[in-house]
């Protein structure tokens, strides 16, 4: 126990560094001299001394590996380039999330170099659902020499076995079978057949490393490629949307990318970017909780392609209105999440939360929210979740998973023992089909999978911090040395400090869940923080009753940045009393 919180406001434990990381910590600090929470911070992560400045300062070049070492890299690249000298009609079949959209833009921005256009086909999530289809397929066939499915065909045999009239490259990252579709190339890290070093990469990763080795190929041949560079934007958002852990090259591509984007360069998230009201520099969280969201709703409640055409538009007027049409669909969006939400909810914990794995069903819940309120179910209860809608005898639903559990592995193996119709996915996310006499046998045996994993060894959420600040520790130079750390996202939680014996001098409700407080160490220095949602919970009424007195809080540092002037703030995440 940290600070001896076991029980807090919040019903968490605090826990804080090991005593492995805590030396570590020291010995950073020691031989580096950077600050101590800093250390703290690079501790947890992994991060040896000697590999202090190559981690602050990620480069694709230091953090890349070859793209040759990709099974059917070099055949992708070649196919395509040999489809572009040609000048033949090319379709691209993506999926309908952001990862999806990104590597078609990706594709896009590239074949934009040679005056080419190609197709844009996504998928409609009810009326066709996940990936290819046969009838999709054999129709783009027919009017195109080449199809390149990203995101997605992996395990589409069927839907690729249709195409006969044209190439098919497959450029994906969800877990593969034990064979391959029929396609010219299958490029996908998560190929039975691969080493897995490159697991992590998200599709729009795997096809900027196939554009990589498209790059050295034509200037190989004395050609002149296009700047990849620019297209970082891209990467980094399907990254962190996607929820891939950013270790390794994923972290390289996410500080590269939102140096580009912090450029403005790229219409289509110019325009989300004003109607989301984004008036910062972008960092990690907005690609993860302001940008993403938006463009996944158009999949989601809407369009299926507006989000991918939104991100390969080069016209400012059009660009605003799809952007406009995305925040309201947005705005649907969480009106029907919320409902789904509360109805999973109580479903759940009447079932009980001990299980390893939690879930939910039921008739009329739309398919394109099930994967978020999935993942609210996760957050609450730190297991393994998947949130099913039923129209008719068919179910589709979407499934989140928690560290250190494959549920996409889970459920893969689901689909081959006849459990369900079909599923997929990759460790954190995965999706499925079933009838609803499948239900309650799937759900069973998912759950055995799953605590064969360890899922039902999990306790409640930690509440894990990486170390002790006062308010007066809370600068802006801290905050930005501890942004170098960064990105944060999957498998690299963002810092979070507690802040012993603080004396709550302010709190004030703001809108209609938030509240501002104010924090003083007792002699005379002060922070100001925020806790968002405090009154969806015990914590607002707990830190507004609690003025005067003394507190331990908890939280993230960030920058307030108001009418040009930056200050740090709290975001405050839990409470106890001192």
């Keep these: 126990m940290y600070l001896g919180v076991e029980h807090s406001i919040s019903n968490r434990r605090w826990v804080g560094p ?36 190559g981690f602050l300062n990620p480069t694709l070049r230091a953090t890349m590996s070859d793209p040759q070492k990709l099974k059917d890299c070099t055949l992708a690249a070649e196919i395509i380039l040999c489809a572009v000298q040609a000048r033949n009609r090319i379709a691209i079949f993506a999926d309908y999330d952001v990862d999806g959209g990104s590597s078609a833009a990706l594709l896009f921005d590239f074949l934009a170099h040679f005056s080419i256009t190609p ?78 070093d490159l697991a992590h990469l998200c599709a729009a990763a795997v096809v900027f490393m196939v554009l990589i080795e498209a790059a050295r190929l034509m200037r190989s041949a004395d050609q002149t490629p296009p700047n990849l560079i620019n297209s970082l934007d891209l990467v980094a958002l399907a990254t962190v949307a996607d929820v891939a852990p950013l270790i390794g090259v994923n972290r390289a591509f996410v500080r590269q990318g939102l140096k580009i984007m912090g450029q403005r360069k790229r219409l289509g998230l110019n325009a989300l970017s004003d109607v989301a009201r984004l008036d910062t520099a972008p960092n990690a969280y907005h690609l993860g909780y302001v940008l993403g969201p938006r463009i996944n709703a158009g999949g989601r409640i809407g369009k299926a392609d507006l989000g991918a055409r939104l991100l390969c538009c080069t016209n400012p007027h059009e660009a605003a209105a799809m952007a406009d049409k995305l925040e309201e669909l947005n705005t649907e969006r969480r009106r029907v999440e919320a409902s789904v939400r509360l109805a999973a909810m109580e479903q759940a914990e009447a079932r009980g ?53 494959d549920l996409g592995a889970a459920i893969q193996k689901l689909a081959l023992d006849g459990y369900i119709e079909k599923g997929g996915g990759h460790k954190m996310a995965a999706g499925l089909s079933l009838t609803r006499a499948q239900l309650k ?5 998912l759950g055995q999978l799953l605590a064969a994993q360890g899922a039902a060894e999990l306790g409640p959420a930690d509440l894990r911090i990486d170390g002790t600040l006062m308010p007066g520790g809370a600068t802006l130079q801290l905050i930005e040395q501890l942004d170098e750390a960064g990105p944060f996202g999957a498998s690299a939680s963002a810092p979070r400090f507690a802040f012993p014996d603080c004396t709550i001098a302010f709190a004030k409700p703001v809108g209609e869940t938030h509240l501002k407080v104010t924090l003083s160490d007792g002699f005379g220095t002060k922070l100001d923080a925020i806790c968002f949602g405090a009154f969806d919970g015990p914590l607002g009424v707990a830190l507004s009753n609690a003025q005067g007195s003394k507190m331990h809080i908890v939280g993230r540092l960030e920058l307030n940045t108001w009418a040009g002037r930056s200050r740090p703030q709290l975001r405050i995440e839990d409470a106890s009393p001192a």
């Design 18 to 53: 090991s005593l492995e990381v805590e030396r570590q910590a020291l010995t950073l600090n020691q031989q580096t001299d950077l600050p101590l929470p800093l250390c703290h911070v690079m501790a947890r992560l992994g991060v040896m001394p000697q590999q202090a400045d």
């Design 119 to 196: 197709t844009l086909y996504v998928p409609d999530r009810i009326e066709e659902g996940y990936g290819p289809n046969p009838k999709a397929m054999r129709a783009l066939a027919t009017e195109h020499d080449l199809i390149i499915c990203v995101d997605c065909g992996t395990l589409a045999h069927d839907a690729l076995g249709a195409a006969t009239a044209a190439n098919v490259v497959v450029l994906d990252h969800h877990l593969g079978g034990e064979t391959l579709p029929t396609a010219k190339a299958v490029v996908n890290p998560n190929r039975q057949d691969e080493t897995g």
């Design 353 to 405: 939360l001990a299980y390893p794995l939690a879930w939910a069903a039921q008739d009329g819940w739309h398919p394109g929210v099930v994967g978020i309120v999935a993942s609210r179910l996760k957050e609450k209860t730190n297991r393994p979740s998947v949130v099913i809608g039923f129209d008719g005898d068919i179910g589709k639903g979407s499934g989140r998973s928690v560290s250190g559990i």
């Design 441 to 445: 046998p799937a759900m069973e045996k």
